[in-house]
């Protein structure tokens, strides 16, 4: 029987309301399932944030041990400092930037992240640990070096006087900053400047090989100069001198005779301008002195110690 127009309203009135109820019936699940989540986990969720939080742990765990490590690691520095390299007379151990921390762009990749703090705290302790042990494994292979070699090394670290300690006249010019009398200011001096007589000996301070002999220029600088290697990171310079008995290329003894006091170079009276350069760095070769020195013969050294202005030009 065909269909009226009235049975084709009602059907389509049916068919919207169904519509309508499916949508109210979504709706207020969506809505239901919203408030929900707001105030109730999810077993999701929930194993989310348990994930979050054993992540968490793990990283305070990991910044625990690596202060447990640092700790232990400053331990066998302080070692390292104060009894190994004092054994073999050798100087502290500098390197460059090691406690300089990594410039901020490294961690940009953890910038975004929700948990930044607690990585970024975990990363930068890593990284310093790292300068560190770096810092460390360097000194002791040296000290492996060192031990290995230690007989010739005790013979060709500087451990004498350059010259006859009887000889010295007017005093002793100290390593480091002093007034210039030539560009009025302080400058660092490299070494020290010991005032003797011209032609006074001047003797190898430790066994080595002669690196540099210079004749240097007239009225500047180091004048007639000897350089000496000793190996195990030591150099010696001995400036101003009148006269050279050494060659370069020649091996060496301590207590050998390589030349003789002067005033060459820029100078304004005789004396011996003696450095030790340790690892590239020149260091108080004061602290060469005293090795074998009692407590009156280091204290009348250190009275021996005033600026007296030999060195006319910045060396």
């Known amino acids: 029987m065909p269909r009226t127009r009235a049975d084709l309203v009602s059907y389509r009135l049916r068919t919207y309301r169904i519509i309508r109820k499916i949508l109210l019936i ?47 690691l400053e331990e066998i520095h302080h070692r390292d400092n104060f009894v190994y390299r004092p054994l073999f007379s050798a100087d502290t151990l500098a390197i460059e930037g090691i406690y300089s921390p990594y410039p901020r762009s490294k961690y940009d990749d953890f910038a975004d992240d929700e948990y930044a703090p607690v990585m970024l705290r975990a990363w930068r302790q890593l990284d310093a ?35 006859d300690r009887s000889a010295l006249r007017k005093g002793i010019e100290p390593f480091g900053y002093r007034y210039h009398p030539i560009y009025k200011r302080r400058i660092l001096h490299k070494g020290v400047d010991l005032a003797a007589r011209t032609g006074d000996a001047v003797y190898a301070t430790g066994d080595a090989t002669v690196s540099q002999v210079d004749m240097g220029q007239p009225h500047r600088g180091y004048g007639k100069q000897i350089l000496l290697d000793h ?25 050998q005779l390589i030349g003789r006091v002067g005033t060459t170079g820029g100078s304004t009276g005789a004396h011996l301008h003696y450095e030790v350069i340790h690892m590239g760095q020149v260091v108080n070769p004061i602290n060469y ?27």
């Open 231 to 255: 190996e195990y990171g030591y150099q010696t310079r001995y400036a101003h001198l009148s006269e050279i008995y050494v060659k370069p290329g020649e091996r060496v003894v301590r207590g």
């Open 129 to 163: 640990f790292s300068r560190q042990l770096y810092r460390t494994s360097v000194s002791l292979d040296q000290l492996q070096i060192l031990a290995k070699n230690k007989e010739n090394m005790s013979m060709a670290i500087p451990a004498i006087w350059p010259i």
């Open 26 to 72: 979504f709706i207020a699940v969506s809505i239901v399932n919203v408030v929900f989540s707001s105030v109730f986990y999810t077993p999701k969720m929930h194993r989310i944030i348990n994930e979050n939080t054993e992540m968490e742990l793990k990283y305070s765990l990991l910044q625990d041990k690596i202060r447990a490590a640092q700790r232990k």
């Open 289 to 315: 002195f005293n090795k074998n020195m009692t407590n009156e013969e280091y204290t009348r050294l250190m009275e021996q110690m005033r600026e007296l202005n030999l060195d006319t030009f910045e060396e």
